[in-house]
């Protein structure tokens, strides 16, 4: 059972960044396409953005792009999401997703346990 553990997130001011993290125990965590998608109360999860094995690719959702950056380190096991500009709509439940073999994160394999992020404003 491949186990995603979130951290980093919290309560911000509109305006300001936080920085999300999750740890992977995937044994060929560099086999994995990763992802992170959010859950807003009262509505469906929606992805945020992914990124392929390797890093280099990437996809945002619309409402992501400019503000927001996947990255990841094989090596950690780690994947991050650098939140920037955060707005009030922001505010969701964030997800840690792993999708086998994925360039783009369709349907994830595995979540993790979530964390909340609350963007004041």
């Known amino acids: 059972q491949v186990q995603l553990v979130e951290s980093g997130g919290g309560l911000v001011q509109a305006g300001g960044s936080l920085r999300l993290s999750c740890v992977g125990s995937?044994?060929?965590?560099?086999?994995?396409?990763m992802g992170w998608f959010r859950q807003a109360p009262g509505k469906e999860p929606e992805l945020v953005a992914s990124a392929s094995w390797s890093g280099d690719t990437t996809y945002y959702a619309d409402f992501a792009k400019g503000r927001f950056t996947i990255s990841r380190d094989n090596a950690k096991n780690t994947v991050y999401l650098q939140m920037n500009s955060l707005k009030p709509e922001d505010t969701a439940v964030y997800y840690c997703?792993?999708?086998?073999?994925?360039?783009?994160?369709?349907?994830?394999?595995?979540w993790g346990q979530g964390t909340q992020v609350t963007v004041s404003s």
């Open positions: 997703v792993a999708e086998y073999g994925a360039t783009r994160i369709r349907s994830p394999d595995n």
């Open positions: 995937l044994r060929t965590f560099s086999a994995y396409g």
